[in-house]
């Protein structure tokens, strides 16, 4: 059986004001690379003015989850650093015992995950 992560990011869809398409295709590309480590891999976009937190909380308990990745768009923006917390904290509190990892690019996901499951 293969280990699950669950990787929680913002939506650029739902961002307004710019372009996401590099952005897409940048989550597609670090997606695909969760299967060349052997690990199954979940999305949970959210957009930061639309209650992310009951999305959050219904993905995490969704699966039994090895691996927790929040991606940068949430944690290095200083704006939503109250976001980040919430985050943290849900996964705390939700998902006891879970690894969490950090990511620097949406093609990297797997890589953040890999350094905490191996």
Not at 23 to 37: C, D, K, M, T, Y
């Amino acid at each position: 059986m293969m280990e699950r992560v669950l990787v929680i990011g913002l939506d650029p869809v739902r961002i307004p004001g710019w372009d996401p398409a590099p952005v897409v295709a940048a989550i597609e590309r670090g997606q695909a690379r969760f299967a060349e480590h052997g690990l199954e891999a979940d999305l949970c976009l959210v957009a930061p003015d639309d209650a992310p937190e009951a999305a959050i909380v219904e993905a995490l308990a969704a699966e039994d989850y090895a691996c927790v990745v929040v991606g940068g768009g949430i944690r290095k923006h200083e704006p939503l650093l109250e976001l980040f917390e919430t985050v943290v904290n849900l996964i705390h509190r939700y998902a006891p015992g879970v690894e969490i990892a950090f990511n620097s690019t949406p093609e990297d996901t797997a890589d953040a995950a890999m350094r905490r499951l191996r």
